[in-house]
């Protein structure tokens, strides 16, 4: 995956009625350390990285870079979106297009958090990069992860094996806006 293209980064933070998505900051990393290091949240993601790994290699700022935001509720980030140009996938639907991924702290699992901030999310894309249709990929096994790609408008393109498991791919394109 790499970056979206010439963005101006960061963007102002994006306030939804309830969330701030912003970029990474030094006290997101304790935070990230748990995204990363969950057996709940790695569940469909082969798994959780070790705590003591993540703990020697992540930096003290979490990486900043084009397409990634930090889910922030009430001060305290509880998810991380990440938008970047598939450019080598296993579906050829989905090269060179946007790829929308997200992972949030399961104790935000449930509460419409993850549908609100990824359709932020979408929402700039949208109107920084008009037109650009995202993918998203995800186990047919994840049920909310199914939930959230048909609650967001994602359209199935195709299924297919990968990683010891069915995976769906599914995309969104923006609509236009009308005269």
């Known amino acids: 995956m790499t970056e979206l293209g010439p963005l101006a980064w960061p963007p102002a933070p994006i306030r939804t009625e309830r969330l701030v998505l912003r970029e990474p900051e030094a006290r997101d990393r304790a935070a990230f350390i748990e995204l990363l290091a969950s057996p709940e949240v790695h569940t469909y993601l082969g798994g959780p990285r070790s705590r003591d790994e993540l703990e020697r290699e992540m930096p003290a700022v979490p990486e900043r870079w084009p397409g990634s935001f930090i889910v922030d509720l009430d001060g305290a980030m509880i998810g991380h979106i990440l938008l970047r140009r598939a450019t080598e996938h296993r579906c050829p639907a ?12 399961p104790g935000a699992w449930g509460l419409g958090y993850a549908a609100e901030a990824c359709a932020a999310a979408l929402d700039w894309l949208a109107g920084t990069l008009p037109g ?10 994840n049920v909310a992860s ?10 199935e393109v195709e299924r297919f094996h990968a990683w010891g498991a069915e995976q769906w791919l599914g995309m969104w394109t923006p609509v236009a806006p009308s005269d």
């Open 94 to 105: 989905a090269a060179g297009k946007a790829n929308l991924g997200y992972l949030f702290l």
């Open 146 to 155: 199914m939930r959230l790609a048909a609650k967001l408008g994602f359209a």
């Open 132 to 141: 650009e249709p995202v993918v998203l990929t995800t186990q047919t096994a």
